[in-house]
């Protein structure tokens, strides 16, 4: 589905404006322009398929970048305070563990997969759309028009795996090109240059001077920095 961080669930996201409260309608050009903005926030309202009012998929939700896990947190209440949990099972961030090299220190830090979305499991009934969408900080479902669009089984899958991940991604702050100092090993210390970059196997060459020459040097991405 999204192979970064930059790349969004679905192609065709388009966001819904956030409702506003019903207004009881009032005589004269007044209650006319409150009709027809009751008029609009309703025909945002998605279409709800009877046949599968029993049926829990994954649905993503956009909102702003760096307010994940706030959302998270009040949609969570939400469905606590609102007696939703036989309708909203599971609010999730898609994150993975990434290992970055900076002054020499390695640090893991918890990365957002896919920065400004969170997915929700849940049965699509118009009570749990209200729910979510009027939740703090969501700017909209993710689909065609108003009608949220659920996730392909597959799609679930292969971000459930790259959350379960063993091994962290290393972070690389290096490209080809670029001057780098070597910080662990036999060439401990030692400056050279970047050649090639191996990010399946999380390895990097880089060309070292090496007794006069130019000696190619393979590493882990944890061995070099940038100079």
């Not at 118009?126 to 939740?135: A, D, K, L, P, Q």
């Not at 702050?173 to 060439?187: A, L, Q, T």
């Amino acid at each position: 589905m999204m192979d970064d961080a930059q790349e969004k669930p679905l192609d065709n996201e388009e966001e819904l404006k956030p409702l506003k409260p019903k207004r009881v309608k009032a005589s004269g050009s007044s209650g006319a322009s409150r009709e027809s903005s009751q008029s609009r926030e309703e025909s945002e309202i998605p279409q709800f398929d009877p046949e599968t009012a029993d049926t829990r998929s994954w649905y993503v939700i956009h909102c702003y970048s760096g307010y994940e896990n706030k959302v998270r947190h009040n949609l969570e209440q939400r469905i606590d305070t609102m007696g939703m949990k036989d309708k909203i099972f599971d609010v999730v961030i898609p994150t993975q563990e990434e290992i970055e090299v900076k002054e020499g220190k390695r640090r893991t830090v918890e990365r957002h997969v896919f920065p400004g979305y969170v997915l929700v499991n849940m049965i699509m009934t118009e009570e749990s759309w209200y729910v979510v969408r009027n939740t703090p900080g969501v700017t909209g479902f993710v689909g065609m028009g108003t009608q949220p669009t659920p996730l392909r089984p597959e799609e679930v899958t292969q971000i459930l795996r790259r959350m379960e991940a063993e091994a962290p991604h290393v972070k690389v702050s290096f490209k080809v090109g670029e001057r780098v100092r070597i910080i662990d090993g036999p060439f401990n210390d030692f400056r050279g240059t970047v050649h090639e970059i191996y990010a399946e196997r999380n390895k990097v060459r880089v060309m070292v001077n090496f007794f006069g020459r130019e000696t190619p040097v393979e590493l882990d991405f944890l061995q070099v920095e940038k100079a």
